[in-house]
């Protein structure tokens, strides 16, 4: 048993089981290298396809753990390489190849989910007619006991071991390939008949016409989408890349499609939507919402449409962006497979882009419908606030006219009250002055005390005017000068 790395050239790129960093770091030159250059060439050299010597079974399963379940998914990853002999550290990796002298084993893990692919070599020609399963895991019943070694009946002394997968959940992906070669067919010699459902099968070659592929696109009694491959090149790598590119076209192919029932939901709470919408664009719109208590109501049912929008956006932009992007994966792996037509069958490409293609432009519909709504209601919130706005401002309008008239009355009471605090303040000083001029004797007062009051008066009167006046213009002045 042995962790391997496998690259995209002809052969294994490490048979002796060195890893990447010992094949790219010279000794003593790591100051010499950028410290993200071994990270870069990596990841160049990630996800290698494994190879496929026909006759081989390849079972490929994909379960969505989300993004926050890698060191769960690790568990279950070193639970398998125990399985197979092999322990692992505690340090949760992204990829991982074991291998024994009978099957080979990966996991990825990506964003989102998590893969398992197991090749079985040269299989049994006697085993029943779903050939067992390199992978032990029962889609049916969801059982995921561990499967006992079994003896190779061609090799006695051979013991078999099928790892055994333990996941919560169900596989949202599951594929099987059976690889033969028309020299030596153990399964595509009846396979159209045995495997796949006859009444629809696609087919094409690939590899330059030395690789022929068929395959339903149906789940069967056992949980799996089946494939028949066969080759003639007898590249073990070219046909592992050929296999890798089949299991990417389904893999997400699938993962853009699960997002269907969520559009499907998006886009009747979008409807809903915009039918409230509509209502109250028509009631902003109509003469009976003029009221203080009509605008505040309709701002309230503007928020929390808003808020709905805003909730069907969260739970969808993430998925239709997701979807896109595994349909950019698709059409790109669909490009590089260069499939050639069989006379009398449908091409892999068409038939997933008959249906895949319209999902995706659906999807991007609806996230522009979502879009739109959500310019529209902020659209309606803002001529609401405008009506508001113009509303306040009459009434401010109205406020100041009203306290415009206001002023202007109580000027005139103010100018009222002052000549009427003019004659009373006269009066009581030339009352006074009377007082005092009668109290003088006569015989220092040759004049009558009734003629200097008579003549005193209007310069009283003047007088207090005049003061009056000039206290009114000297509040008016500091009142001007604040």
């Known amino acids: 048993m042995r962790k391997q790395e ?19 770091t010279p000794p003593g030159g790591e100051t010499a290298i950028h410290p993200l250059r071994h990270e870069v060439m990596a990841e160049t050299n990630a996800r290698p396809a494994l190879p496929a010597a026909s006759p081989c079974i390849c079972e490929h399963l994909v379960f969505l753990s989300g993004e926050l379940d890698a060191q769960k998914d ?5 639970r398998v390489a125990q399985q197979l002999g092999k322990t692992l550290g505690d340090e949760a990796e992204q990829q991982l190849v074991l291998e024994n002298d009978s099957v080979i084993f990966k996991w990825e893990r990506h964003t989102e989910f998590c893969s398992y692919t197991a090749v079985r070599r040269d299989p049994p020609s006697g085993e029943n007619s779903v050939f067992g399963r390199v992978i032990n895991i029962d889609l049916i019943t969801g059982s995921h006991a561990a499967a006992p070694a079994r003896q190779d009946p061609e090799s006695p002394g051979s013991p078999i071991q099928t790892p055994a997968i333990k996941q919560s959940g169900k596989p949202v992906v599951a594929l099987r390939f059976y690889v033969d070669t028309p020299e030596n067919p153990r399964w595509s010699a009846t396979g159209e008949t045995d495997l796949l459902t006859d009444t629809r099968i696609v087919a094409v070659t690939a590899n330059g016409g030395k690789t022929k592929i068929m395959t339903d696109f149906r789940f069967h009694a056992d949980g799996y989408s089946r494939f028949l491959v066969q080759d003639t090149s007898g590249n073990v790598n070219r046909l592992g890349r050929v296999i890798q590119r089949l299991i990417d076209i389904e893999t997400y192919r699938t993962l853009a499609l699960i997002t269907w ?10 409807g809903h939507i915009d039918g409230e919408l509509r209502r109250l664009i028509q ?22 449409l808003a808020a709905r929008a805003e909730t069907v956006g969260a739970e969808t932009n993430f998925r239709f962006s997701a979807a896109k992007a595994y349909y950019s994966i698709v ?7 260069r499939e050639e037509r069989i006379e009398g069958y449908q ?14 432009r659906s999807f991007q519909a609806i996230l522009d419908r979502q879009n739109s709504t959500s310019e529209r209601i902020a659209r309606a919130s ?10 306040l401002e009459r009434q401010n309008q109205d406020l100041l006219a009203s306290m415009d008239r206001r ?30 001029l009668k109290g003088i004797p006569k015989a220092f007062m040759p004049i009558d005390p009734a003629v200097i009051t008579t003549v005193a008066a209007p310069f009283i009167i003047l007088s207090i005017w005049l003061m009056v006046r000039r206290i009114r213009k000297s509040a008016h002045d500091s009142g001007k000068k604040t």
């Open 347 to 360: 091409r892999i490409s068409s038939f997933i882009e008959r249906r895949l293609g319209p999902a995706i």
């Open 74 to 78: 690790w568990e279950n990853v070193r």
């Open 382 to 391: 803002s001529l609401l606030r405008t009506r508001v706005d113009v509303e």
């Open 6 to 24: 496998y690259g995209t050239d002809e052969s294994p790129s490490s048979s002796t089981g060195q890893t990447l960093e010992n094949q790219t």
């Open 407 to 436: 002023s202007q009355l109580q000027l005139r009471l103010q100018q009222t009250v002052e000549g009427l605090s003019v004659a009373a303040v006269s009066y009581y000083c030339i009352g006074i002055l009377s007082w005092l």
């Open 283 to 304: 009631e902003i719109g109509s003469e009976g919402s003029d009221g203080p208590e009509d605008q505040a109501r309709l701002l309230s049912e503007l928020t929390a």
């Open 331 to 337: 059409t790109s792996r669909l490009g590089e497979l």
């Open 261 to 270: 029932p969520l559009a499907k939901s998006a886009g009747q709470d979008i």
